[in-house]
């Protein structure tokens, strides 16, 4: 299953957000862990849709919400053009979803280098955006698994929509590996599986130097030979010998090839498994009305692939360690 209509528990999903803290930010911890106990109380079948996928995953490497508790476009504020959210920005039904969903899947977590450690990023279009930066509309964000190059790397990557795009054109693309790995000849699977390649990073964790080049290693199949992981992103991989090159060229054709396109739309959460899919974002057109297409993000870790050690909170703030 990879679609449910959540229209069926619009009542008692807005009683569990009306529990929680209206000023998230205040105490992110407090608020974190408020919305744990509404996790506990999820609608049965909407509960075991998240602790299946979380079990197992599926072949599409996501899960999609649809019908979500979100407000009128009239009573939402205007679509933000700056970060980190100001700390008395009153709780949006979004992503008071984001916050008993995630819950129920993990914890979440920000990251210290990237937009001053904020849990809750969101993701608009901005003028002049860096062509890497989920802040891009005009042009194409290319695949990339969320900071495959981190070891703290979040095993969901948490989308949920207040406002799409004006003309509806912006897909979410994601990539299965389990879609993809059929379509690899085994040479190829053989080449790629347990092979660290260089990887470039994200410019936030550049350390403020212009071109650090590749600084981490990013390992495109590893884990279970039969049903691996994925670690892929188009822009910072940099095979260097023709071999690595060439496998990698042939594993990105594939990619495509299995692509499904995600338009989201208001009272949308979608859970991207980033452990076994890339993600990618078409082109849009801002209109800079204060109406522009408006996400909300969280990253989860779970303890899966050895992303927590023990004792770590919902809310917690990590530093950037490199994957070698
Ligand atoms: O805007 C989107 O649909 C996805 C952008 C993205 O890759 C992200 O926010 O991680
Ligand atoms: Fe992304």
Redesign the pocket.
């Known amino acids: 299953m990879t679609t449910l209509d959540c229209s069926a528990y619009s009542a008692r999903l807005l009683t569990l957000a009306a529990g929680l803290p209206r000023v998230p930010r205040e105490d992110l911890y407090g608020f974190l862990d408020a919305a744990a106990t509404a996790a506990r109380a999820l609608p049965a079948p909407l509960a075991k849709a998240l602790d299946d996928f979380n079990a197992r995953g599926n072949d599409d490497g996501y899960l999609l919400l649809r019908r979500l508790p979100v407000e009128e476009d009239d009573a939402l504020p205007r679509t933000p053009d700056s970060t980190p959210a100001p700390v008395e920005r009153p709780l949006l039904n979004q992503e008071a979803m984001l916050a008993i969903v995630g819950r129920r899947l993990g914890l979440h977590t920000g990251y210290r280098e990237l937009r001053a450690g904020s849990v809750y990023?969101d993701?608009y279009p901005s003028p002049g955006a860096h062509y890497l930066s989920?802040e891009t509309s005009e042009t194409l964000?290319e695949f990339?698994t969320?900071m495959a190059y981190h070891v703290r790397q979040p095993n969901y990557?948490m989308?949920a929509c207040s406002r799409a795009d004006h003309e509806r054109r912006?897909?979410?693309l994601v990539s299965s590996v389990r879609k993809a790995l059929p379509l690899l000849p085994d040479g190829v699977r053989a080449h790629l599986f347990e092979r660290p390649l260089p990887c470039c990073v994200d410019v936030a964790f550049r350390g403020g130097v212009d071109d650090p080049g590749a600084i981490a290693d990013v390992t495109a199949l590893y884990g279970d030979v039969q049903d691996p992981f994925l670690g892929y992103d188009r822009e910072l991989l940099a095979p260097r010998n023709a071999a690595d090159v060439e496998a990698v060229a042939v594993l990105s054709k594939a990619l495509d090839e299995v692509r499904e396109a995600?338009y989201?739309v208001p009272g949308d959460v979608?859970i991207v498994d980033n452990f076994r899919t890339t993600?990618?974002?078409t082109p849009f057109a801002p209109r800079w009305d204060g109406k522009d297409?408006w996400?909300h993000?969280v990253y989860i870790r779970t303890d899966r692939n050895g992303q927590l050690s023990g004792g770590e909170r919902a809310g917690d703030v990590v530093g950037f360690v490199p994957r070698h």
Do not use: I, N, Q, Y
């Open positions: 990023h993701v989920s964000l990339h969320e990557v989308l912006a897909a979410t995600v989201l979608l993600h990618a974002r297409r996400l993000r």
